[in-house]
């Protein structure tokens, strides 16, 4: 696997469970979102940390380029 690829996958996993932990928190303490807004609430975060593993793909993968492992 490659170093860009690793390092995407950690960011992934860092961000989706420090999104996902408060998120199930919340979630414990009430029921399941009733409506649409309330359930964008809960997948925005989730979404966020997607969005930050996709720049951290792109930017490893760019620096492999640069440094011509890749």
Not at 4 to 13: D, E, F, N, P, S
Not at 30 to 39: C, K, R
């Amino acid at each position: 696997m490659k170093d860009w690829m690793i390092r995407a996958l950690k960011t992934l996993v860092q961000a989706f469970f420090g999104v996902l932990i408060p998120e199930l928190a919340l979630l414990l303490r009430q029921e399941w979102p009733e409506n649409w807004a309330a359930f964008r609430a809960v997948l925005a975060p989730i979404l966020i940390a997607a969005v930050s593993a996709a720049i951290s793909a792109v930017w490893n993968l760019l620096a492999e380029k640069l440094r011509g492992d890749g």
